[in-house]
């Protein structure tokens, strides 16, 4: 029995979560796998510029880094927090060599959603600036209908 084509495949590290980022690069590598999104856990304790050479290194391609948004709530200084932890991410993608953050948007409980729709605009309108001055693109991650009662 011969495995699938994996070429054209990206893997989240998050799927992988068990594997520390270097064995995901090398099992990803040993079964053809030739694209990587890097969730920012993965980095944890590793400099994220080494983590993209390694992964470069690997053959693979570094498709995204994910993931960033949850820019709503009802306390302004969360969301600033929000905003900020985007602005690391952004540094964490240009560092890494990822050419997009992956953004999850979605309205909070008990907040309306016209509310949670204008906290996300700003949100990502005061991380935009940042994220094309550092050639990093925002990606809007679609919300799985599963949390479609929650959020």
Known sequence: ??????SKLCVHTITT?????????DAFRRVGVSGITVWRQALEGR????AGRRIREAGLELVSLCRGGFFTG????AR?????????????????GAPLVVLVCGATPGQ????SRRQIQEG?????????????????EPLHPMYADSR
Do not use: F, Y
Not at 112 to 115: M, Q, R
Not at 129 to 138: I, N, R
């Open 1 to 6: 029995m011969s495995l699938p084509d994996t």
């Open 17 to 25: 979560k068990p594997l520390s980022l270097e064995d995901a690069l």
């Open 74 to 77: 009802p306390e302004a200084a």
């Open 80 to 96: 600033q927090a929000a905003i900020d932890d985007n602005l690391r991410a952004i540094d964490e993608a240009a560092d890494l």
């Open 112 to 115: 309306s959603l016209a509310e």
């Open 47 to 50: 400099d994220p510029a080494q």
């Open 124 to 140: 990502i309108s005061a991380i935009l600036p940042h994220a094309e001055s550092c050639g990093v693109k925002l990606g809007i």
